[in-house]
């Protein structure tokens, strides 16, 4: 079956067959990839690559997955999704208000507290894992409703570390100074 993803600001297309319980073939351009994949959990999976083990940690980031292998993330989106959604239809996409790590991590610095306003791509909390800092951002416009963790806290994904209540078009203007 073929497949196109998004993977960072890139498309790639390729076939991928089902070889067994846990075991598929992935070629893309004349390469051939035998993965065998083992799922740890939600966010963790240990895979095989062509013999070369490695382990994926997944996260979700609206419609799109943040996947952490060997320390370096990949944003990873259906390019057919998104390019139906490009061409008009986004009342579908769905924007996730928790904050969240992609991996496990331990947090590193809360740039936020309880209460503060903040826009989307502000950066809230810092967390590392496997000796690199990664930023995490505010999904949306809003006001920050609880901080759930404290600096050296361990982490997993899925593990709420800030709620954010999204501001709606209505309330925003009312709480904006005229001028």
Same mark, same amino acid.
């Given at each position: 079956?073929?497949?196109?993803?998004?993977?960072?600001?890139?498309?790639?297309?390729? /076939?991928?067959?089902?070889?067994?319980?846990?075991?598929?073939?992935?070629?893309?351009?004349?390469?051939?990839?035998?993965?065998?994949?083992?799922?740890?959990?939600?966010?963790? /999976?240990?895979?095989?690559?062509?013999?070369?083990?490695?382990?994926?940690?997944?996260?979700?980031?609206?419609?799109?997955?943040?996947?952490?292998?060997?320390?370096?993330?990949?944003?990873?989106?259906?390019?057919?999704?998104?390019?139906?959604?490009?061409?008009?239809?986004?009342?579908? /996409?769905?924007?996730? /208000?928790?904050?969240?790590?992609?991996?496990?991590?331990?947090?590193?610095?809360?740039?936020?507290?309880?209460?503060?306003?903040?826009?989307? =791509?502000?950066?809230?909390?810092?967390?590392?894992?496997?000796?690199?800092?990664?930023?995490?951002?505010?999904?949306?416009? =809003?006001?920050?409703?609880?901080?759930?963790?404290?600096?050296?806290?361990?982490?997993?994904?899925?593990?709420?570390?800030?709620?954010?209540?999204?501001?709606?078009?209505?309330?925003?203007?009312?709480?904006?100074?005229?001028?």
């Amino acid at each position: 079956m073929e497949y196109r993803l998004k993977i960072g600001e890139d498309t790639i297309s390729f /076939q991928a067959e089902k070889k067994g319980d846990h075991s598929i073939a992935l070629s893309h351009d004349n390469r051939l990839l035998d993965v065998e994949y083992n799922i740890i959990s939600e966010h963790h /999976q240990h895979l095989v690559v062509n013999g070369s083990p490695v382990n994926a940690f997944i996260a979700r980031d609206g419609n799109n997955k943040i996947v952490m292998i060997r320390g370096i993330s990949y944003s990873i989106g259906d390019a057919d999704l998104l390019d139906t959604r490009a061409r008009g239809n986004r009342r579908a /996409q769905v924007i996730p /208000q928790e904050i969240t790590p992609p991996m496990p991590a331990v947090v590193v610095r809360i740039l936020v507290s309880q209460g503060d306003r903040v826009k989307q =791509g502000d950066n809230v909390i810092v967390v590392s894992s496997m000796k690199m800092e990664t930023t995490l951002t505010a999904p949306s416009d =809003g006001k920050v409703r609880s901080v759930n963790v404290a600096e050296g806290d361990k982490v997993m994904p899925g593990h709420i570390l800030i709620d954010i209540d999204k501001d709606d078009v209505a309330s925003a203007k009312e709480e904006s100074p005229p001028g």
